[in-house]
């Protein structure tokens, strides 16, 4: 799907109703806009006043210009943005000299976010490199109530006092962030003809416990396979602690599949790993549950016309979580992962993480050190295992 318009600006239930999905082989132009960074939006308790927030983004895929998209949808409060640059990172919260420009909405320096909306900038005219970092400066002038954001960035940011937004030395920004305000997506125009690759899930997706400021989240590493001049942008829709059928950490899957995978601009196909916190926070307690709920999202994808492939739940013996019965869910939504045909394609992370010789624990050369979350070279792994073939 594209959003074409200049500026979009709709609430999310408007955005919902008027999404228009690309079909399940899709004919795209060069002029498709495709994601390069995205991040699921979720709840923050944070507030701000008079302060630029600089955030590095890493890219997964080039064009020549770029869009920015925020987010208000979890605030509590209009949020104005007095002013919003992007550029290239030099350094920490150093911009490469020329680099950094302002950003415009429909042509306007300013623009205000209401509650429960969104918007996506004008096309920012510049030339973004794959595996890059890029800087995003926002300054909000107004106090901005509860802030929609990303919780667990895995990415140093910094914060100033002041309209800091057009500096390029870095030197204002004293304050060190670890999380990404109101940035939901950066999205580029390639010279050929691309897609997007949305990743949903949980923190195993958001790449927590990874080394931060590497960029070794699995996406970001599945990005890398795919070379110096990828035919496809990765979008990271992980949340730390999501829930395929209960809100918590992020409202559900089920709840934010429209806003985060089915509105993503020109997506054709999804990877789908979810479910080891509704098994460990007993949200479910049968596999036919959660099988049934996955049932129904690939339902929903499938009838927005694009591909789906189920990755199977990676183990978790020695989390404090686990319990046979907790094992015995996810050893049978495995199953029915890898044998139903119910996804266009499967990714066995169970089989590319798992200790071969205890199949219910992490092998311990991928264990980041608290039995369920990979380590670098756990997501690497992890990446490893995704068959490219199967990317259309």
Not at 237 to 255: F, P, R
Not at 325 to 330: C, K, L, M, P
Request: charged share 15%; net charge negative.
């Amino acid at each position: 799907m594209y959003r074409a318009a200049t500026v979009l600006l709709l609430a999310t239930s408007v955005l919902a109703a008027t999404c228009s999905c690309s079909s399940a082989q899709p004919v795209r132009t060069p002029s498709a806009q495709v994601d390069t960074w995205a991040a699921a939006p979720d709840r923050l308790t944070n507030s701000y006043q008079d302060r630029t927030i600089r955030e590095i983004v890493h890219t997964t895929i080039g064009g020549g210009s770029v869009r920015l998209r925020l987010s208000n949808v979890f605030g509590s409060a209009p949020v104005r943005f007095d002013s919003v640059w992007v550029g290239a990172q030099s350094g920490a919260a150093g911009v490469v000299a020329n680099s950094n420009q302002r950003v415009q909405f429909a042509k306007a320096d300013t623009v205000t976010v209401p509650v429960g909306a969104e918007i996506v900038s004008d096309p920012v005219n510049m030339t973004v490199h794959p595996g890059e970092n890029l800087t995003v400066s926002i300054h909000v002038d107004g106090d901005t109530g509860k802030v929609t954001g990303h919780q667990r960035a895995q990415q140093q940011g910094w914060y100033a006092d002041g309209d800091a937004a057009a500096d390029t030395s870095g030197a204002p920004y004293t304050h060190q962030v670890d999380q990404w305000f109101w940035l939901d997506a950066a999205t580029v125009q390639p010279s050929y003809p691309a897609h997007t690759i949305v990743a949903i899930g949980d923190s195993i997706t958001d790449g927590f416990r990874s080394t931060a400021d590497t960029n070794h989240r699995w996406p970001n590493l599945l990005a890398d396979r795919l070379g110096p001049s990828p035919q496809f942008g990765v979008a990271d829709e992980g949340i730390a602690g999501n829930q395929v059928t209960a809100d918590g950490s992020g409202v559900s899957a089920e709840a934010r599949l429209q806003r985060d995978v089915l509105a993503q601009p020109d997506v054709s196909t999804v990877i789908y790993l979810e479910g080891i916190n509704d098994i460990g926070g007993h949200s479910v307690t049968s596999a036919a549950e959660l099988i049934k709920a996955d049932s129904l999202i690939i339902a929903r994808v499938h009838a927005a016309g694009l591909r789906i492939l189920g990755g199977t739940l990676t183990p978790f013996d020695g989390f404090h979580t686990y319990s046979p019965t907790t094992e015995a869910i996810r050893q049978a939504v495995n199953n029915w992962i890898r044998t139903s045909h119910a996804f266009d394609g499967v990714i066995d992370f169970d089989a590319a993480v798992r200790d071969p010789s205890d199949a219910h624990r992490l092998r311990p050369t991928y264990d980041s050190g608290d039995h369920l979350h990979p380590n670098d070279a756990g997501y690497q792994a992890m990446a490893n295992a995704v068959p490219i073939q199967d990317l259309r």
